[in-house]
């Protein structure tokens, strides 16, 4: 079963300063993706970055940067210089493709608080 | 005007209730999910369609029934409202053949059930 955990229900950050927020992942499969989303407190689920399994490099996004260690089946999520408007769950999902096709799992989440 | 719209955005309701969340997006895409999130739960599949014809159960499907009336259009149902179906639902649309698999979210529906 594909699973995806995030250890850190919640956490601080100094603004300015950049914050790693963790995410493992399970699965038997070779093919999968990975991505982030971001919710800030009015709801909406926001796309930030998406690595592939078989992506050789890390992804980035403007101040967004996957850590991706395959070995380690990790996916941690790095901001740079925070922002007061980083503040917000962030989600790590999983993409795996079955015979039903493309499935996202997701993480339980981490809020993220900039302090200012 | 957002690409997927959810309607009502705020509900609140009594147990036993019948109750619809609907989803109607402009993507053009095929493929549209139905997700619940709970605090620390993150977001749950509890149903998805691949067209029009095509309706699946997700991880989290009993209490919940769904309609997908158009290629545009996937509405959910709670025949009979309970108190821990108190979330925060989600509508999401895939493309088909996408090679990533982004999902496109509504901006949610937040459902209370008193």
């Known amino acids: 079963a594909q699973k995806i955990t995030q250890t850190q229900p919640g956490m601080f950050v100094q603004e300015k300063e950049a914050v790693t927020l963790d995410c493992t992942y399970d699965?038997?499969?070779?093919?999968?993706?990975l991505f982030w989303y971001k919710q800030p407190s009015s709801g909406e689920m926001i796309f930030l970055i998406y690595?592939?399994?078989?992506?050789?490099q890390n992804a980035t996004e403007g101040r967004y940067s996957l850590n991706f260690q395959k070995a380690r089946k990790s996916a941690n999520l790095v901001i740079s210089a925070s922002q007061l408007g980083d503040s917000a769950m962030y989600f790590c999902a999983m993409r795996v493709r079955n015979n039903a096709g493309n499935m996202l799992t997701f993480g339980g989440g981490t809020r993220l608080m900039v302090k200012p | 005007d957002a690409d997927v719209t959810q309607t009502p955005r705020n509900r609140i309701t009594k147990t036993g209730k019948r109750i619809m969340l609907e989803c109607s997006q402009t993507?053009?895409?095929?493929?549209m999910y139905w997700y619940r999130q709970d605090p620390g739960l993150g977001l749950r599949l509890i149903y998805y369609?691949?067209?029009?014809?095509?309706?699946n159960k997700g991880e989290i499907s009993d209490g919940y029934s769904v309609s997908r009336q158009a290629q545009a259009k996937f509405s959910l149902s709670l025949e009979s409202a309970i108190p821990n179906q108190t979330a925060l639902y989600f509508c999401?649309?895939?493309?088909?053949?996408?090679?990533?698999?982004?999902?496109?979210f509504g901006e949610g529906s937040r459902l209370t059930v008193l």
């Open positions: 369609s691949f067209d029009v014809k095509d309706i």
């Open positions: 690595q592939g399994s078989y992506d050789e």
């Open positions: 993507k053009g895409h095929d493929r």
């Open positions: 999401a649309t895939m493309r088909t053949g996408s090679n990533t698999g982004e999902l496109f």
């Open positions: 699965t038997s499969d070779q093919s999968y993706g």
